[in-house]
């Protein structure tokens, strides 16, 4: 079954969407796709991570290797888990369980 969490969507489109693009199909070399994303898939703390904090350093996404920033957007622990679930499950995209608050309070930087 899919969900569907339509409050992250303003903050998608507002803080994400300008690198990501509209439908999270990133941009070749320069910004990783969220859509179909396997790293979103398979690392779910690293996720909510660098939702929360930011991220940098090499990574690998779809077999395309990415070595950029991402900065931090400053969002509320609330913000974070709304902008999250809003992506776990928009497009093709359908993670096992929704975030919880609890969740996104855990991680740390
Ligand atoms: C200024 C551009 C920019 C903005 C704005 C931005 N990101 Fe990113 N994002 C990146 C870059 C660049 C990386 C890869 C960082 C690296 O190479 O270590 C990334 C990586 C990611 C990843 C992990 C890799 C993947 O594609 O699965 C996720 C998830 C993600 N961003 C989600 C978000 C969300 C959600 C937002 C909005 C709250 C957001 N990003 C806003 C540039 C951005």
């Keep these: 079954m899919s969900e569907s969490f339509p409050e992250g969507a303003d903050i998608y489109n507002n803080f994400c969407a300008t690198c990501h ?8 070399n320069a910004f990783p796709p969220i859509n ?10 690293a996720t909510i ?3 929360k904090y ?11 290797e990415y070595n950029s920033l991402m900065p931090s957007m400053e969002l509320t622990d609330e ?3 709304n ?11 359908n993670v096992e369980k929704p975030a919880t608050l609890a969740e996104v309070r855990e991680v740390k930087e």
């Design 54 to 64: 930011g991220l940098n350093g090499n990574i690998e996404v779809n077999g395309v």
């Design 21 to 28: 693009l509209a439908s999270g199909e990133g941009i070749p």
């Design 79 to 81: 913000e974070v888990k």
């Design 49 to 51: 991570k660098a939702v």
């Design 83 to 93: 902008v999250l679930n809003y992506i776990f499950y928009a497009w093709d995209n």
């Design 36 to 45: 179909k994303s396997n790293w979103l898939k398979e690392k779910r703390a």
